[in-house]
């Protein structure tokens, strides 16, 4: 069982999650996220946190209409809302004595092997001083690449905590999103479509299953979320596909309760 170790867990979690439909920071989850995540690091686990949320948070803060798609807008949301983000965070985090550092990637930091290793290293020395990682892409500086798909290696969240959890080789990735978990068909259209409960292999047709994007606040969708499992099981990492509404149940996640979808890491 879980709870009878600790664990290297990291938590992504999506824009959906941590804001309203309004566009505005859902506080209430996002303090019960903090509170949850700081528990389970008091326990002795080391965690790191993968969150979405700077555009959709700068879209709100810049009082934008909807979603920018030019790109020099969509950077400069991304900037503001990282820095409303992590002001929350800290503070959230702090309310329950734990200290948190902010980690902003790029294509390149994790495509080049130097680059790679010392951010392997700074993460690992992080989570040795009882420190929370915060990660988050660096929309303000990568976006380029995501428009132009020019050196792509990230491009969402969820591929890019497969890779935070192969750098820091945890032993499980939760994926936190406004979905239960992979069905074995689309739920809109099947009022009998029914949760896949574990994937020991990602197969063709489960990839069929999958398809469309997210809501309009993010940019992932179930395609994104096999990907990502994909580079989780290679490396070894358990990953869990569930609803972030009730952050709770993350408690039940780590226990290894039958929470969501749990996709099993190749030994």
């Not at 800290?90 to 902010?102: L, S």
């Amino acid at each position: 069982m879980w709870q009878k170790n600790c664990y290297r867990i990291v938590v992504k979690v999506g824009t959906s999650t941590i804001t309203h439909d309004t566009g505005a920071l859902n506080l209430k989850n996002i303090e019960r996220l903090s509170r949850v995540l700081a528990d389970l690091e008091g326990f002795g686990h080391e965690v790191v946190l993968v969150t979405s949320g700077a555009i959709g948070v700068g879209t709100k803060e810049l009082m934008l209409k909807e979603r920018p798609s030019e790109l020099r807008l969509k950077q400069a949301a991304a900037a503001v809302g990282q820095c409303r983000l992590m002001h929350v965070y800290d503070q959230m985090f702090g309310e329950y004595g734990r200290t948190v550092a902010q980690i902003l990637l790029t294509d390149g930091d994790v495509a080049d092997p130097v680059r790679k290793e010392h951010l392997s290293g700074t993460m690992r020395k992080l989570l040795e001083m009882g420190i929370i990682p915060i990660v988050n892409e660096n929309d303000s500086v990568s976006a380029a690449e995501i428009e132009t798909g020019e050196n792509k290696v990230l491009g969402d969240n969820d591929t890019l905590s497969a890779i935070v959890s192969e750098l820091v080789e945890a032993d499980l990735l939760i994926l936190l999103s406004d979905i239960d978990g992979l069905y074995d068909s689309d739920p809109k259209s099947n009022k009998n479509a029914k949760i896949i409960p574990e994937v020991k292999e990602i197969t063709p047709e489960l990839m069929d299953i999958a398809g469309g994007k997210g809501s309009w606040r993010g940019t992932g969708g179930m395609v994104t979320k096999l990907s990502a499992a994909k580079i989780a099981m290679g490396a070894g990492v358990d990953m869990v596909i569930a609803n972030g509404a009730d952050p709770e149940k993350i408690y039940d996640i780590v226990e290894g309760k039958e929470i969501g979808t749990r996709f099993r890491g190749k030994a």
